[in-house]
């Protein structure tokens, strides 16, 4: 399965990007800020990196160049004007493509196989450049190819949206997710819910995990994360 990270804080723009990767065939993790991009870049391993120049708490250059100082993850910078791309080549933050706003959707995807298969990566689902299928946390295991939920090697009666879920959490093991990244996570399973949908889920999921219940970890007003440990 083939991660693409979508960095951008326009809600609007990231729904739509992130829409047409999953048509085709692309897990996608999502941050609005700069500080985020870092933290799931560490913790997700994507295989490329959406990533828009203007971003709160840390520009998309600086981003970009704390990236590339510890690896050569694919990257292509989304920027608002035709004259910054010349700017940012000459800087030579070692972006691997350009897309400039307005963009269509179909481009960007277009782009991003490209790049990938320039990296050596996969052009869609089920590529070898991406996230492993099988996750572990203490006893639980959770298979997103399978779609399968097992603890202690027995298998859980789970719903699809509630493999969904639990998939976002173990892709990112001890990291906190908000409500909004795993409503997300559900696609149009969800559509047109709020996120208190999420917290529905994870209630059944808790039952569901009885005596380990306590691997779905809440953390007051931020979100759900999944522990390391159980």
Do not use: Q
């Amino acid at each position: 399965m083939t991660t693409i990270l979508i960095v951008e804080d326009e809600a609007r723009l990231g729904d739509i990007l992130e829409e047409y990767l999953r048509r085709e065939g692309y897990v996608t993790e999502r941050a609005m800020t700069g500080p985020r991009a870092l933290e799931l870049w560490r913790a997700a391993r994507p295989a490329l990196m959406l990533l828009d120049l203007m971003l709160p708490g840390l520009d998309g250059l600086e981003v970009a160049r704390r990236v590339r100082a510890e690896s050569a993850l694919p990257i292509i910078m989304m920027t608002a004007r035709d004259e910054e791309v010349d700017r940012l080549v000459g800087l030579g933050i070692g972006a691997d493509d350009y897309v400039v706003k307005p963009y269509s959707p179909r481009e960007v995807v277009a782009r991003v196989k490209a790049v990938l298969r320039r990296a050596g990566g996969a052009a869609g689902a089920g590529g070898g450049f991406g996230l492993p299928t099988l996750h572990h946390a203490g006893p639980l295991s959770v298979d997103t190819a399978a779609f399968e939920v097992r603890v202690n090697g027995e298998a859980l009666d789970v719903t699809v949206a509630e493999v969904r879920l639990l998939s976002a959490l173990a892709r990112t093991p001890g990291v906190v997710r908000t409500r909004a990244e795993l409503l997300s996570a559900l696609g149009a399973l969800e559509r047109g819910t709020d996120e208190r949908a999420v917290d529905a889920h994870v209630k059944n999921l808790r039952r569901k995990l009885g005596e380990h219940a306590e691997l779905l970890d809440t953390v007051r007003g931020a979100g759900y994360r999944l522990r390391l440990e159980g």
